[in-house]
């Protein structure tokens, strides 16, 4: 049972690039979201997902989209990437029927420089 | 606004001691709280759990109170093994609507030997 994947588990950007972090659970799971980890922040929520085809801001969304065509994807897109989005991104999903425990993926590393 | 603190950025504590991990909240709607463990270059794993209704859960070494007049919930890991060596984050939850979890900074446990 694979659980939470994400893709890629590393990437370097250059400024302005744009790219697609692909987040897949095969848990299905009603509500999926993106989190950003920084030193000394914790986890911040960046959007998140209650359904196919839904999606919603979180704490810190600027500079992010995001895409739920199918059930078990995620998608957490940046257009122009920005130094201050260097950071590790981990998604993750809830069984909205059950107890909130939040499952996570392994996380990506992103450096944008 | 934080709205879920853990104010020790690290804790050290000799093996076979007790590890107090301790955790504030100011959003009276929290009604559901989770301890993850977190190794380098891996996503957060659930630990642990109370509802609100509750004011203890154990499992195993791991016990969290939780004191909801002083908004503050404290996880218990007795005895500490090295394995328990890793970022322990506290997670809130109001469980209407999206779920969304709203997390701490972390806290770096360290269990020397």
């Known amino acids: 049972n694979a659980g939470v994947t994400q893709t890629p588990k590393f990437r370097v950007l250059k400024t302005g690039q744009s790219m697609t972090l692909l987040c897949a659970q095969d848990m299905n799971h009603e509500y999926m979201y993106w989190y950003r980890q920084d030193p000394g922040m914790g986890l911040r929520l960046i959007h998140y997902?209650?359904?196919?085809?839904?999606?919603a801001k979180g704490e810190v969304p600027d500079g992010y989209n995001v895409s739920r065509l199918k059930k078990q994807n995620f998608l957490l897109g940046l257009e122009s990437a920005a130094p201050s989005q260097t950071s590790v991104y981990f998604c993750?999903?809830?069984?909205?029927?059950?107890?909130?425990?939040?499952?996570f993926g392994q996380g990506t590393r992103l450096t944008v420089v | 606004d934080q709205q879920v603190k853990q104010n020790s950025p690290s804790l050290s504590v000799q093996e076979g001691r007790i590890s107090i991990l301790n955790c504030d909240y100011t959003?009276?709607?929290?009604?559901?709280f989770l301890w993850y463990k977190k190794y380098p270059a891996e996503g957060p794993t659930f630990l642990i759990s109370i509802s609100s209704i509750k004011d203890k859960n154990e499992d195993g070494r791991f016990t969290v109170f939780l004191n909801k007049s002083a908004k503050h919930l404290s996880l218990h890991i007795v005895p500490s093994q090295p394995g328990d060596s890793a970022v322990y984050f506290c997670?809130?939850?109001?469980?209407?609507?999206?779920?969304?979890?709203?997390f701490g900074q972390g806290t770096r446990l360290t269990i020397n030997p």
């Open positions: 959003n009276s709607m929290f009604d559901y």
């Open positions: 997670a809130a939850s109001a469980r209407v609507g999206a779920q969304k979890l709203v």
């Open positions: 993750a999903s809830i069984d909205s029927w059950g107890s909130p425990e939040a499952f």
């Open positions: 997902s209650v359904g196919e085809g839904t999606t």
